[in-house]
């Protein structure tokens, strides 16, 4: 799952013990106060050391230490907390399985059947029309695929009958927000308000930042002129959940599938005395409304894939379903 990587500062630790229960502590403590989502992940970090600190001696080889260390951070169920070494990296467990498991797209239905063998590519997005040209449906697999305003406008041309547009976003891991901003240049605005964002600033848990407020780029002319319905999933994660939040701020766009991956706060980098690599999130993102979204931002239209049709029959029951509410707006 993606990361900012523009957005990371890389902390070092200072000369000192390189033991394991040294290694421990250091990553706990750097965790306490550089983290910045125990409100929403509902975690007691202290108990969380109670638990895991009887379990690290410093007669331990580093397999073990890891195991420990890894466990200790995936207890934060974020996809943006990660422990690396070099023979090994962590990942959340919850938030690993909730990508694959929770899926809604079969890729090969959409591949075969709604791209079909005729679909065209455009900077970083796959499209095509449907339902006889009176739908554009874009695919966009990864914002760490370019895409440029100018590409985006080139793609809406392409589909001057279209009475609606189609964005895929499902099992987008995230990437750049500059294609956040890129993208919403399909839409319409006078530069709504999209969302605050707040930076860790202090040692204690509610230490944070002035909020800082982004807008909407203003969209004049060159937008798509119908309803747009973004696809979403429990694969979205990091840029993915942001472009979902912002499209929440724009009248004639709506967000069908699940609830996102969530993964709105930007990490950044440590080193442990041992030279292992730890990343954290350091910043918390709020809706106009000042709601946290940080664990899933909700579809404004609840649907969940039919496996069975989409495996027997190569039918995306989602993608139907935003055909058929597009054809009836």
């Known amino acids: 799952m993606a990361c900012f990587a523009s957005c990371e500062r890389v902390l070092m630790p200072s000369e000192g013990d390189a033991s394991p229960t040294a290694v421990f502590d250091y990553l706990w403590q750097q965790t306490d106060r550089q983290y910045s989502m125990f409100d929403v992940k509902g975690v007691d970090w202290q108990a969380v050391y109670d638990t895991l600190r009887p379990k690290v001696s410093d007669t331990m080889n580093d397999d073990s230490l890891f195991a420990v260390c890894a466990a200790m951070l995936s207890t934060l169920h974020d996809g943006h907390v990660n422990l690396y070494s070099n023979y090994d ?3 959340s ?5 909730r990508f694959y498991a929770e ?20 900077g970083g997005v796959a499209h095509q029309g449907l339902d006889g040209g009176k739908v554009a449906y874009l695919r966009y697999s990864s914002f760490s695929n370019s895409i440029t305003a100018d590409q985006l406008k ?22 750049a927000i500059s294609n956040i901003h890129n993208f919403l240049s399909v839409f319409p605005s006078k530069g709504q308000l999209l969302y605050r964002s707040q930076i860790k600033s202090g040692p204690g848990h509610d230490d944070f930042s002035s909020l800082a407020e982004s807008y909407a780029p203003v ?41 996102t991956g969530g ?11 041992n030279g292992w690599r730890y990343r954290l999130s350091i910043t918390r993102l709020l809706t106009p409304e000042g709601k946290n979204y940080e664990n899933g931002v909700p579809p404004d239209i609840r649907l969940t894939l039919d496996r069975e049709a989409a495996l027997s029959q190569g039918r995306d029951n989602i993608i139907d379903s935003a055909c058929a509410w597009i054809a009836g707006r």
């Open 93 to 97: 467990d919850s938030i690993y399985r």
């Open 154 to 175: 080139h793609i809406i041309a392409s589909y001057p009958d279209a009475k609606g547009m189609i964005v895929d976003i499902r099992g987008n891991g995230g990437g």
């Open 89 to 91: 990296l962590s990942h």
């Open 103 to 122: 899926s809604q797209i079969d890729i090969n239905a959409v591949v075969l059947n709604y791209l079909g063998a005729g679909y065209h590519t455009t």
């Open 219 to 259: 969209v004049e002319d060159g937008y798509f002129d119908g309803p747009v319905v973004v696809l979403v999933d429990r694969g979205c994660f990091s840029a993915a959940s942001m472009f979902a939040v912002c499209c929440q701020t724009y009248q004639e766009v709506v967000l069908m599938g699940d609830t």
């Open 263 to 273: 993964g709105l706060g930007l990490p950044t980098m440590g080193v442990l005395p």
